[in-house]
């Protein structure tokens, strides 16, 4: 592993941390005492995803490579982006992670199926896909589920510390992650960095942006129909809107030997963060007001100082 990879690992295990300070167990308890949203996220995940980038990649004028690149990121999970995200938003933050969760460990099964039909159909070859079980688990935990876990602990026994570091701990968390995206599309590619160019990225660009809208919407539409809170409308979009590139980067780059395969989700990666915040900002309006009065409030207080 990379030198950046490692930075970008501290990273994201720091912010899972920063989002488990707003949790306590009964997040976690309400979330699958009213299963409805849980299981609508899986449903998106698991068959709406691949299902509505097979269709984009079907009629994309995309080489074969970049195509089975979008298949590829239609089955990874969401990551700590989403978790953050929804954090970010005092959304359902309890079913944002318990969905990254279980997705991630059905990544397991539901990659080598999916991937390898994809392999078949796109590349006119076969491919015998297999996540290698012992790192992923490993990333899991020691990425989301342990600094949750450890949020989550702190918040229990020292609530006072956590509610007062729980708003710093938010701008933090927004530069580090924007740290995190400039290391990996700045870095060369022997330190662990991304190497696309500006013509690939116009290519991939159009599809990537009608794939994240698409799901973005299927998101909202099926969390409208099923009548759950607006809190949870906004998790399901963000969970369906963004994909842990690091498993695309995994299975493209060091389980296929595709380079070009992992370009697809380069792109997604440059941009879904902000379409994610705009969807949660159209659903849950009110958010939008809290965050312009913190930003006067800190420059009030700034021109004080």
């Not at 990254?100 to 159909?121: K, R």
């Not at 896909?129 to 490993?138: A, C, E, K, R, Y």
């Not at 968390?173 to 190497?195: D, H, M, P, R, Y």
Request: with cysteine.
């Amino acid at each position: 592993m990379s030198f950046v990879d490692l930075l970008i690992s501290a990273i994201l295990a720091f912010i899972m941390f920063s989002v488990g300070l707003s949790l306590t167990w009964r997040s976690f308890v309400v979330t699958f005492g009213r299963p409805k949203a849980f299981l609508g996220g899986l449903f998106l995940q698991l068959i709406v995803l691949p299902t509505l980038a097979f269709a984009i990649a079907s009629i994309a004028q995309l080489p074969p490579a970049y195509k089975l690149g979008f298949m590829i990121l239609s089955v990874c999970p969401g990551g700590t982006t989403s978790n953050f995200i929804t954090y970010l938003l005092n959304a359902n933050t309890a079913l944002s992670i318990s969905l990254t969760v279980v997705n991630s460990f059905l990544a397991l099964f539901t990659v080598p199926l999916i991937v390898g039909l994809s392999v078949s159909h796109f590349m006119h070859a076969e491919a015998a896909i297999s996540l290698p079980i012992g790192d992923t688990v490993l990333q899991i935990f020691a990425i989301i589920i342990i600094p949750t876990f450890l949020g989550v602990l702190l918040r229990r026994f020292r609530p006072t510390l956590a509610v007062k570091t729980t708003k710093p701990l938010k701008w933090i968390t927004v530069t580090l992650l924007a740290v995190l995206f400039l290391i990996k599309f700045l870095a060369t590619e022997s330190q662990g960095g991304t190497g696309i160019t500006g013509q690939e990225i116009l290519a991939i660009l159009p599809y990537s942006t009608a794939g994240n809208l698409l799901n973005l919407f299927a998101g909202y539409s099926l969390a409208k129909r099923l009548g759950v809170p607006r809190n949870d409308q906004v998790t399901m979009g963000i969970e369906v809107g963004i994909q842990n590139t690091s498993l695309a980067f995994l299975i493209g780059g060091t389980l296929l030997a595709l380079e070009d395969s992992l370009k697809p989700a380069l792109v997604y990666a440059m941009f879904t963060f902000f379409t994610a915040v705009v969807y949660g900002l159209i659903v849950k309006p009110e958010e939008w007001g809290k965050l312009k009065k913190l930003v006067a409030f800190r420059q009030r207080k700034k021109a004080v100082e």
